[in-house]
């Protein structure tokens, strides 16, 4: 059983920026890819980004894409999501997700993810 940890979330103005941090509990042998979800009030969870623990290019959301950056420190089990001029519409419960071994690439819906953090509160104020 692997165990996420998210962190890192809160309130910042519009253009402002967060990195948040998913703590795997062990390291996730042989799991293809971590990801980040987020769901606001009232809507479906959706996809941010997703990334290789083995590397490679990641794989990001249009509506994130040269805002948001997904990155792994394989030795830490950890990964983060840098949210760069952050927008209203960005306002949302994060979470971070770990795919089995043998994903297809990329890893974009969710029920390719089998382990989920707790999420992690993200406001944005215009």
């Known amino acids: 059983q692997v165990h996420l940890v998210e962190s890192g979330g809160g309130l910042v103005q519009a253009g402002g920026s967060l990195r948040l941090s998913c703590a795997a509990s062990?390291?996730?042998?042989?799991?293809?890819?971590m990801g980040w979800f987020r769901q606001a009030p009232g809507k479906e969870r959706e996809f941010v980004a997703t990334?290789?623990?083995?590397?490679?290019?990641?794989y990001y959301a249009d509506s994130v894409k040269g805002r948001f950056t997904i990155s792994t420190d394989n030795a830490k089990n950890t990964v983060y999501l840098q949210m760069d001029s952050l927008k209203p519409e960005d306002t949302a419960a994060y979470y971070c997700?770990?795919?089995?071994?043998?994903?297809?690439?990329?890893?974009?819906?969710?029920?390719?993810?089998?382990?989920w953090g707790q999420g992690t509160q993200v406001t944005v104020s215009s």
């Open positions: 062990r390291y996730t042998v042989g799991s293809l890819a």
């Open positions: 997700a770990a795919t089995p071994p043998g994903t297809t690439w990329p890893a974009v819906e969710q029920y390719k993810y089998t382990f």
């Open positions: 990334i290789r623990w083995s590397g490679g290019s990641p």
